[in-house]
């Protein structure tokens, strides 16, 4: 395998991933599922691109280094998401899911229609600055950061958002904050991945950001399990790097694809690693579980047979 | 977790399967690629087969002769969607892992234009189809040392389609119907616009539609009440028959123009009667004798009509061969740099590959009128 | 005021199509509470059923329709076996059952276009194009036929879920399906009915638009709008549908028609997100009570 290829597929692998990580508070952690994520990663995309591109380049560039692009980007969709968290969050389930595709979409129309960002036909000349260590470092980062959230006091909150609502807002929790706050961060998450994402192809275009990316983003997230963030790292390796491998079955290469996903959902339920972490302790922690199971197996098939099937 | 590693042990067997193999040393690799899946997965499909036909008759034919030495040419394509994050994949994937000397197609404009950077490092050069965004090949004012086109360009394309509708039509309101999230026929709108007005025409109806469309009855409706003299449909085939079909269902009998994602089969089979009469911008001739030779060929190896693709990756082949033995080695900078200036004689016409922009120059269009289900070509018409 | 009649009338025909789609998503919605993506490729294999089994098989059109939907009945059957009974059976949460349908979709779209090629086909001539005039209107034919046939279909499918036994049986299913299953219905079976019929809707769906429009093998994507429909009236509801639907596409028509067709979407989206403030389980929707 040549590395120059390699490079290109871990450089869009860690990109997703910054997206991925975000989307995993949301979808894994909160139980909140988004099919408008591309939108904030397309605002990421064209703020970041906005503050780099040259002035010569384009009229509506500034020239600014690529840390302000990263960070307005970054700051914009989180802002954004604020805006829209106040106006749907409320929405339950499937209607929070198609009030984010509009949101989506909208973003994706809008720009189509700034012709000052070039419309439809895309914007080149953003200057290519995604390298692979700024990469990584970012993804570290990242997961350093959402590591914390989810195991302090707020994190445990959105957990028991996921879990059960009624219950969460009845035991005190104010489900509605949590709820934004894991929307704001996967926005600003999603914000940072697009800019990164601009200045890795550095050309772009609103189709780049439409309903599919926004789906590829959340199977990613399903498809490494809900509740994990090694999941989520290990899916946005393997499912961008899926349809490189499949190259090899050329036009079935979608078809297999599909399956994959199919197969994945209905054979490994929780996902690749739902609720497990691979860490020491989160190793530690499935081997424990696995042991109890296997024991409280052994221990109902010692009782009476008839009760083993429940449960 | 057994399942996860059986999972992972599958998935590494295709790869190193995907690995295997390499050239050999009488071999140059020439990559491909283009959508073979999704919307635009037509032209791709049409693309590919053709380059492998040529590649194959070159091959029976014992091969180039490159430098002294007889090589046979392998064609590698892969699909990328028409997907600009997998054109950059794609294109990897060809310069690092295939080791290609050069790249032909893709057709988008939007999949040609991220890739520079890609090729630049690689030092790859690309030959694009029918990808006619300015910026292609040009950004910044400087040209860009990897990318080269065989077509004509959309501020051309737009000023030939405005001034033959307004000289040679006698048209002087026009309304545009155009597909709002698609580069292609957002940027032939803008350069008919400008192009028609400053001739002293009003455009007098400018709606869109969205990809994916298949109902333009409300923005006809608007038009036919706008009632223009010529009605500007600079989109694809399928979207101009449907929205054909619906405007005489609407009444509407204005004579209807459009650019080079018109030509196809399909489209007298689809729109029929309702294109009957129309116009469009063309990089060639059907019925030059030129083409009949390859448009022949095609239909006798994959039982199916050509599509306008074809024609250009035909002649990207040409200019490549041409470029290939000029340079006398199989290696891309060489490549490159034997396709500035190059002169080849195409069958959509004489090309000669200009070297401060990239583009085919002087390269004239076509324009085509629709009679009883044929293309009959008019004239070549070069905008003023 | 002509061309206001005649962009009612494009509304009401654009809306008719989407009502078609949206029904089966609805359907399937009210029993399993998740939104069946893989409809609309569903709804693009009857299209092209319907159209080889006119031009591969010669058949006349209502052979050939009725083939179209037994396939599609078929294909929606089979879908779910594979693609959601497992999940069903392990009581997996509704985003696996989104995914999984979305995994679907994938599969049958790119099926079609590695097998049948992904080329547009067009249905050879069954109902005259040119339209009939009331005056300065244009009336499409077709689009009369298929006003009727989902008046039909629908009003069908409301009398056998209000009149019948096994209809009797999905609406307790739609109410409560545990309770249901405890109560001794086979609720299996009501799913593989539901299903089923969804099916059914989207053979005669794809056979129409395929007649309408053309056939190609995304189809599937403009049942996103469909879809969008069958929430703005209220997802479950049967008459939601129908009615988001109508909306949906005067709506649509009437912004392109006198706003700005360039953001014709964008104001449906908008309009969209501000029913669903406003009520937010859709014009008809079922008002979802947290079960806990």
Request: hydrophobic letters at 50%; glycine letters at 12%; a positive charge.
């Given at each position: 395998m040549d590395w120059f290829y390699i490079q290109g597929i871990l450089m869009l692998a860690g990109i997703n991933l910054i997206a991925v990580l975000g989307l995993s508070l949301l979808t894994g952690f909160t139980g909140l599922f988004s099919f408008g994520h591309a939108g904030f990663m397309a605002i990421g995309a064209y703020l970041g691109a906005f503050m780099t591109v040259s002035p010569t380049t384009s009229p509506a560039g500034l020239g600014l280094p690529f840390a302000v692009g990263v960070i307005a980007g970054g700051a914009g969709a989180g802002i954004v998401s604020y805006f829209i968290g106040r106006i749907t969050l409320n929405l339950k389930g499937d209607y929070f899911c198609i009030a984010t595709l509009g949101f989506g979409e909208a973003i994706r129309l809008i720009l189509n229609n700034v012709q000052l960002f070039g419309g439809s036909r895309g914007w080149p000349?953003?200057?290519?600055?995604?390298t692979l260590p700024a990469i990584i470092i970012v993804d570290i980062l990242a997961v350093i950061f959402l590591a914390n959230l989810v195991r302090s006091r707020h994190g445990r909150n959105m957990i028991a958002v996921r879990e059960e609502e009624l219950a969460a807002q009845i035991a005190g929790i104010n489900v509605f904050k949590y709820k934004m706050i894991a929307l704001v961060v996967s926005a600003v998450y999603a914000g940072v991945a697009g800019v990164f994402f601009g200045h890795y192809m550095t050309f772009i275009q609103p189709?780049?950001?439409s309903m599919t990316k926004s789906t590829e983003l959340t199977i990613i997230v399903i498809f490494g399990g809900l509740g994990s963030i090694s999941g989520s790292v290990l899916g946005a390796l393997l499912l961008t790097a899926l349809p490189e491998i499949l190259r090899a079955f050329e036009i079935w290469r979608l078809v297999f694809y599909g399956a994959a996903v199919i197969l994945i959902m209905i054979s490994r339920p929780k996902g690749l690693m739902g609720g497990m972490e691979l860490t020491p302790a989160g190793l530690r922690k499935a081997r424990n579980e696995r042991k109890a199971r296997i024991l409280a197996l052994k221990e109902s098939k010692n009782g009476q047979n008839g009760e083993a099937g429940l449960g | 977790m057994k399942r996860t590693l059986m999972a992972v042990a599958v998935i590494l067997t295709i790869v190193l399967l995907g690995c295997a193999g390499g050239g050999k040393g009488d071999t140059i690799k020439v990559g491909w690629f283009g959508a073979l899946t999704g919307d635009q997965a037509v032209w791709g499909e049409n693309e590919f087969n053709t380059v492998k036909m040529l590649f194959e008759e070159y091959n029976n034919a014992g091969g180039i002769e490159v430098g002294g030495k007889k090589y046979k040419l392998e064609a590698i394509g892969y699909d990328n969607k028409g997907d600009a994050q997998e054109a950059v994949n794609v294109v990897k994937r060809l310069t690092g892992?295939?080791?290609?000397v050069a790249i032909l197609g893709p057709n988008a404009s939007g999949n040609a234009i991220p890739i520079a950077p890609v090729l630049e490092q690689a030092k790859v050069p690309d030959i694009a189809t029918v990808a006619t965004n300015p910026k292609v090949t040009v950004l910044d004012g400087k040209v860009k040392p990897y990318n080269f086109r065989v077509c004509f360009i959309d501020p051309y394309q737009g000023a030939v389609a405005a001034g033959y509708a307004f000289d040679k039509l006698g048209a002087t309101k026009a309304a545009i119907l155009y597909d709002v999230s698609d580069d292609y026929s957002q940027g032939l709108r803008e350069f008919f616009k400008i192009n028609f007005e400053k001739k002293g025409g009003v455009i007098v109806a400018d709606e869109s539609f969205n990809a994916g469309d298949v109902d333009f009855r409300p923005q006809l409706s608007k038009i036919k009440a706008a009632n223009p003299d010529i009605i500007f449909m600079p989109y694809f085939f399928k979207e101009v028959a449907l929205s054909a079909n619906q405007a005489r269902e609407l009444g509407i009998t204005q004579v209807m123009m459009g650019g080079d994602g018109w030509p196809s089969e399909q489209l007298i089979s689809m729109g029929g009667a309702s294109v009957e009469g129309c116009y469009f911008v063309n990089h060639l001739d059907y019925a030059d004798p030129a083409v009949q030779d390859y448009k022949a060929r095609y239909l006798a190896k994959y039982g199916k009509e050509t599509e306008l693709n074809g024609f250009l990756v035909h002649d990207a082949v040409l200019v490549f061969v041409a470029a290939l033995q000029k340079a006398g080695k199989a290696n891309g900078e060489a490549i490159a740099k034997a396709l500035e200036g190059i002169e080849v004689q195409g069958i959509t016409g004489n090309i000669k590959i200009s070297p401060e922009t990239h583009n085919p120059e002087g390269k004239d269009a076509a324009i085509l009128k629709i009679v009883n289900g044929q293309y009959v070509f008019q004239e070549k018409y070069a905008a003023q | 005021m002509i061309q206001f009649l005649q962009q009612l009338i494009n509304g009401l025909s654009i809306g008719s199509v989407y009502a078609l789609m949206a029904v089966g998503y609805s359907l399937v919605y009210s029993i399993m509470s998740f939104s069946n993506f893989a409809h609309g490729g569903v709804i693009m294999l009857g299209a092209y059923f319907g159209f080889f089994a006119l031009t591969l098989l010669k058949l006349p059109f209502i052979p050939a329709f009725i083939l179209a939907c037994a396939g599609t009945t078929l294909l929606a059957i089979l879908v779910e076996r594979i693609a959601y009974k497992p999940l069903r059976e392990r009581n997996a949460p509704f985003l696996y059952f989104i995914i999984s349908a979305m995994g679907a979709s994938i599969l049958l779209e790119n099926i079609v276009i590695a097998t049948i090629g992904p080329t547009f086909r067009t249905y050879p001539p069954v109902i005259p194009r040119t339209p009939i005039q009331l005056g300065a209107l244009a009336v499409g034919r077709l689009d009369l036929i298929m006003f009727f046939i989902s008046a039909v279909c629908l009003t069908g499918l409301i009398l056998f879920i209000e009149k019948t036994k096994m209809g009797k049986a999905i609406q307790a299913a739609a109410y409560n399906i545990k309770a249901c299953a405890l109560m001794g219905v086979n609720t299996d079976k009501i799913i593989l009915i539901v299903f089923g019929l969804g099916g059914f809707l989207a053979g005669v769906a794809g056979v129409f638009f395929g007649m309408k429009y053309t056939v190609y093998p995304q189809i599937g994507n403009i049942t996103t709008k469909s879809f969008i429909a069958a929430v703005f009236g209220g997802l479950g509801s049967l008459p939601g549908a129908v009615l988001g639907s109508v909306l949906l596409g005067t709506i649509e028509t009437l912004v392109a028609g006198y706003l700005s067709s360039q953001f014709r979407d964008l104001i449906a989206f908008v309009i969209l997100i501000g029913v669903l403030i406003f009520r937010p389980s859709g014009i008809m929707g079922k008002t979802t009570v947290d079960k806990a």
């Amino acid at each position: 395998m040549d590395w120059f290829y390699i490079q290109g597929i871990l450089m869009l692998a860690g990109i997703n991933l910054i997206a991925v990580l975000g989307l995993s508070l949301l979808t894994g952690f909160t139980g909140l599922f988004s099919f408008g994520h591309a939108g904030f990663m397309a605002i990421g995309a064209y703020l970041g691109a906005f503050m780099t591109v040259s002035p010569t380049t384009s009229p509506a560039g500034l020239g600014l280094p690529f840390a302000v692009g990263v960070i307005a980007g970054g700051a914009g969709a989180g802002i954004v998401s604020y805006f829209i968290g106040r106006i749907t969050l409320n929405l339950k389930g499937d209607y929070f899911c198609i009030a984010t595709l509009g949101f989506g979409e909208a973003i994706r129309l809008i720009l189509n229609n700034v012709q000052l960002f070039g419309g439809s036909r895309g914007w080149p000349g953003v200057p290519y600055k995604s390298t692979l260590p700024a990469i990584i470092i970012v993804d570290i980062l990242a997961v350093i950061f959402l590591a914390n959230l989810v195991r302090s006091r707020h994190g445990r909150n959105m957990i028991a958002v996921r879990e059960e609502e009624l219950a969460a807002q009845i035991a005190g929790i104010n489900v509605f904050k949590y709820k934004m706050i894991a929307l704001v961060v996967s926005a600003v998450y999603a914000g940072v991945a697009g800019v990164f994402f601009g200045h890795y192809m550095t050309f772009i275009q609103p189709k780049m950001f439409s309903m599919t990316k926004s789906t590829e983003l959340t199977i990613i997230v399903i498809f490494g399990g809900l509740g994990s963030i090694s999941g989520s790292v290990l899916g946005a390796l393997l499912l961008t790097a899926l349809p490189e491998i499949l190259r090899a079955f050329e036009i079935w290469r979608l078809v297999f694809y599909g399956a994959a996903v199919i197969l994945i959902m209905i054979s490994r339920p929780k996902g690749l690693m739902g609720g497990m972490e691979l860490t020491p302790a989160g190793l530690r922690k499935a081997r424990n579980e696995r042991k109890a199971r296997i024991l409280a197996l052994k221990e109902s098939k010692n009782g009476q047979n008839g009760e083993a099937g429940l449960g | 977790m057994k399942r996860t590693l059986m999972a992972v042990a599958v998935i590494l067997t295709i790869v190193l399967l995907g690995c295997a193999g390499g050239g050999k040393g009488d071999t140059i690799k020439v990559g491909w690629f283009g959508a073979l899946t999704g919307d635009q997965a037509v032209w791709g499909e049409n693309e590919f087969n053709t380059v492998k036909m040529l590649f194959e008759e070159y091959n029976n034919a014992g091969g180039i002769e490159v430098g002294g030495k007889k090589y046979k040419l392998e064609a590698i394509g892969y699909d990328n969607k028409g997907d600009a994050q997998e054109a950059v994949n794609v294109v990897k994937r060809l310069t690092g892992q295939d080791k290609v000397v050069a790249i032909l197609g893709p057709n988008a404009s939007g999949n040609a234009i991220p890739i520079a950077p890609v090729l630049e490092q690689a030092k790859v050069p690309d030959i694009a189809t029918v990808a006619t965004n300015p910026k292609v090949t040009v950004l910044d004012g400087k040209v860009k040392p990897y990318n080269f086109r065989v077509c004509f360009i959309d501020p051309y394309q737009g000023a030939v389609a405005a001034g033959y509708a307004f000289d040679k039509l006698g048209a002087t309101k026009a309304a545009i119907l155009y597909d709002v999230s698609d580069d292609y026929s957002q940027g032939l709108r803008e350069f008919f616009k400008i192009n028609f007005e400053k001739k002293g025409g009003v455009i007098v109806a400018d709606e869109s539609f969205n990809a994916g469309d298949v109902d333009f009855r409300p923005q006809l409706s608007k038009i036919k009440a706008a009632n223009p003299d010529i009605i500007f449909m600079p989109y694809f085939f399928k979207e101009v028959a449907l929205s054909a079909n619906q405007a005489r269902e609407l009444g509407i009998t204005q004579v209807m123009m459009g650019g080079d994602g018109w030509p196809s089969e399909q489209l007298i089979s689809m729109g029929g009667a309702s294109v009957e009469g129309c116009y469009f911008v063309n990089h060639l001739d059907y019925a030059d004798p030129a083409v009949q030779d390859y448009k022949a060929r095609y239909l006798a190896k994959y039982g199916k009509e050509t599509e306008l693709n074809g024609f250009l990756v035909h002649d990207a082949v040409l200019v490549f061969v041409a470029a290939l033995q000029k340079a006398g080695k199989a290696n891309g900078e060489a490549i490159a740099k034997a396709l500035e200036g190059i002169e080849v004689q195409g069958i959509t016409g004489n090309i000669k590959i200009s070297p401060e922009t990239h583009n085919p120059e002087g390269k004239d269009a076509a324009i085509l009128k629709i009679v009883n289900g044929q293309y009959v070509f008019q004239e070549k018409y070069a905008a003023q | 005021m002509i061309q206001f009649l005649q962009q009612l009338i494009n509304g009401l025909s654009i809306g008719s199509v989407y009502a078609l789609m949206a029904v089966g998503y609805s359907l399937v919605y009210s029993i399993m509470s998740f939104s069946n993506f893989a409809h609309g490729g569903v709804i693009m294999l009857g299209a092209y059923f319907g159209f080889f089994a006119l031009t591969l098989l010669k058949l006349p059109f209502i052979p050939a329709f009725i083939l179209a939907c037994a396939g599609t009945t078929l294909l929606a059957i089979l879908v779910e076996r594979i693609a959601y009974k497992p999940l069903r059976e392990r009581n997996a949460p509704f985003l696996y059952f989104i995914i999984s349908a979305m995994g679907a979709s994938i599969l049958l779209e790119n099926i079609v276009i590695a097998t049948i090629g992904p080329t547009f086909r067009t249905y050879p001539p069954v109902i005259p194009r040119t339209p009939i005039q009331l005056g300065a209107l244009a009336v499409g034919r077709l689009d009369l036929i298929m006003f009727f046939i989902s008046a039909v279909c629908l009003t069908g499918l409301i009398l056998f879920i209000e009149k019948t036994k096994m209809g009797k049986a999905i609406q307790a299913a739609a109410y409560n399906i545990k309770a249901c299953a405890l109560m001794g219905v086979n609720t299996d079976k009501i799913i593989l009915i539901v299903f089923g019929l969804g099916g059914f809707l989207a053979g005669v769906a794809g056979v129409f638009f395929g007649m309408k429009y053309t056939v190609y093998p995304q189809i599937g994507n403009i049942t996103t709008k469909s879809f969008i429909a069958a929430v703005f009236g209220g997802l479950g509801s049967l008459p939601g549908a129908v009615l988001g639907s109508v909306l949906l596409g005067t709506i649509e028509t009437l912004v392109a028609g006198y706003l700005s067709s360039q953001f014709r979407d964008l104001i449906a989206f908008v309009i969209l997100i501000g029913v669903l403030i406003f009520r937010p389980s859709g014009i008809m929707g079922k008002t979802t009570v947290d079960k806990a």
